[in-house]
């Protein structure tokens, strides 16, 4: 069963009672919620995902909630609870879905260290991943919302996860999480993506999170070798330019963007330098989105 397959007052009732077992890639959440806003994104963005049985296992049982003081009347806020307990400060209740997705990213970065886990957008084509680590304001996720609307595979807007064992990625396909004009940007260069209606004033400006592609999410149990490092930055009016990257830079930057490089010890300098060793470094600066996706298309086309 997937979450397309419930009906919205189905779907309310499982989170408002049980919980929603919600498969994100190798892991599930059991969510629960009384909240419309969260019923609606979860309908709107997660449509293709499974849902699996109410008595499963779950990683995370996660709960978004309004105070039961006067404030849920006064000045109405959002709880996110993980195992009964609150991580982060309460949230303008405006902001109760992306609270969902940034709960999400910290269980599975704090929680999940069987990945060696970087802070990075991920997509594939022809087998071969592009993995994206830079700091927010990089246009990270406007690069990565680009490509997998122009034949990319989504693997992650925000984690990448390394196996190990393998040295693969794990695909982790979720809602691509874009803020002020990026949000713009995506709307005119791919009219046919979802999103749900932005919601401003957060502490990263104004978010708004576009549907991840069908196709991406059904394919969430194919893993992907690493083809490509590349360091983005967007800067306004530059020309768009792709240079290599000494290989000494990129692990670097790959070990400086890590939730947890440190806690693999001798393992995780392993993983990342095999990592290296096998992918094309590079540096990557634009300001049109357009013609940046048609350097990857290149770079896939030559591998």
């Given at each position: 069963m997937i979450v397309d397959d419930l009906s919205s007052q189905d779907l309310s009732q499982c989170l408002a009672g049980p919980g929603l077992r919600l498969r994100t890639g190798p892991f599930v959440a059991a969510i629960r919620s009384r909240l419309p806003a969260v019923a609606q994104g979860i309908a709107l963005h997660y449509g293709a995902h499974p849902v699996e049985g109410a008595d499963g296992f779950a990683d995370f049982h996660v709960q978004l909630a309004a105070p039961r003081?006067?404030?849920?009347?006064?000045?109405?806020?959002?709880?996110?609870?993980?195992?009964?307990?609150?991580?982060?400060?309460?949230?303008?209740?405006?902001?109760?879905?992306?609270?969902?997705?940034?709960?999400?990213?910290?269980?599975?970065?704090?929680?999940?260290?069987q990945y060696l886990t970087i802070h990075a957008a991920v997509v594939e084509k022809s087998g071969k991943a592009l993995i994206l680590p830079a700091p927010p304001g990089s246009g990270k996720s406007t690069l990565c919302a680009g490509l997998i609307h122009r034949g990319w595979r989504l693997l992650s807007d925000e984690l990448a996860l390394i196996d190990p064992a393998s040295g693969q990625l794990t695909p982790l396909p979720r809602p691509v999480s874009l803020k002020n004009e990026s949000i713009e940007v995506i709307r005119r260069f791919a009219p046919a993506a979802v999103f749900n209606p932005a919601v401003h004033d957060?502490?990263?400006?104004?978010?708004?999170?576009?549907?991840?592609?069908?196709?991406?999410?059904?394919?969430?149990?194919e893993p992907a070798r690493p083809g490509w490092v590349v360091l983005p930055r967007f800067s306004s009016g530059a020309q768009t330019r792709l240079?290599?990257?000494?290989?000494a830079r990129a692990l670097m930057q790959l070990a400086d963007n890590a939730f947890n490089y440190g806690l693999h010890g001798d393992r995780g300098f392993e993983t990342l330098a095999g990592l290296i060793e096998n992918a094309g470094c590079y540096e990557f600066t634009y300001s049109r989105l357009e013609e940046a996706v048609e350097v990857f298309d290149e770079l896939a086309g030559r591998a």
């Open positions: 003081n006067l404030r849920r009347w006064l000045h109405p806020q959002v709880f996110f609870r993980l195992d009964g307990e609150s991580p982060f400060k309460p949230l303008p209740a405006d902001q109760a879905f992306p609270m969902l997705e940034w709960g999400l990213n910290w269980c599975i970065s704090n929680l999940c260290h957060t502490t990263k400006g104004t978010v708004a999170h576009a549907r991840p592609p069908a196709a991406s999410v059904r394919r969430a149990d240079t290599p990257l000494p290989k």
